[in-house]
């Protein structure tokens, strides 16, 4: 099972907004609308913030939000601020209990 | 309000065994399935299997099958991670993390961070 694929960075200024794509395959994100988006501080536990492609868990702010088409999956966060600096990670259930993560992108707010 | 608490920090020496737990609270325990998270220093999370603690069905992620053994004891609401034989290569931080009503992982321990170092 591949590592989904993330690109490595980005960056944006406060107030802008930011996409961060996931690309998968047929065999996985592309398959199931179980898309998940983690934030990760430096040295803390991934944060819940997107899943089922698109639904946002309480407590977590609408300038948050996912799609998904074909094979990829985005998160956009609007209204960048400077607490918005993290690791993101995107996920997939891939079938028969298995679940792929991508390889993280570092968002920067410049 | 649900919580995965995991065991502290681990130091070990190549061809050691350890056990590594994570105990969940504010939920009915054994009706939700647990994973085991890996990730090296500095790189992604990848994923390493799965128990439901109500009957200890595990499912591994084909790259860690053989090389640990999850399992689960409901009678104190705990999972573990285990190696019979320790490399340096495991040097890592492991999470567990529990699979939400849908297919999807939501709640996450605070790591446990495992150095094997001679």
């Known amino acids: 099972q591949s590592a989904l694929t993330q690109p490595r960075s980005v960056s944006g200024s406060p107030g802008q907004s930011v996409t961060i794509s996931c690309t998968g395959t047929?065999?996985?994100?592309?398959?199931?609308?179980?898309v998940s988006w983690y934030q990760q501080h430096p040295d803390k536990a991934p944060k819940f913030m997107i899943y089922d492609v698109n639904k946002r868990p309480s407590g977590v702010p609408d300038r948050f939000s996912g799609s998904k088409s074909g094979d990829t999956a985005s998160l956009t966060i609007s209204g960048l601020q400077a607490e918005d600096e993290a690791d993101y990670y995107c996920c997939s259930y891939a079938g028969s209990y298995t679940w792929v993560f991508g390889g993280g992108t570092k968002l920067t707010v410049l | 309000e649900v919580q995965l608490v995991q065991s502290g920090t681990e130091v070990k020496k190549p061809g050691e065994s350890l056990k590594i737990s994570c105990k969940g609270s504010?939920?009915?325990?054994?009706?939700?399935?647990i994973g085991w998270v890996r990730q090296m220093p500095g790189q992604g999370l990848e994923w390493m299997g799965i128990i439901y603690p109500g009957d200890s069905d595990t499912r591994y992620s084909p790259s860690f099958q053989g090389q640990v053994t999850i399992s689960a004891d409901k009678s104190v609401d705990s999972a573990y991670l285990q190696w019979s034989s320790l490399k340096a290569s495991d040097s890592a931080m492991y999470y567990c993390?529990?699979?939400?009503?849908?297919?999807?992982?939501?709640?996450w321990g605070q790591g446990t961070l495992v150095t094997v170092s001679s």
């Open positions: 047929s065999s996985d994100l592309g398959r199931y609308n179980y």
């Open positions: 993390a529990r699979r939400s009503s849908s297919w999807t992982i939501d709640s």
């Open positions: 504010g939920y009915t325990f054994t009706t939700y399935w």
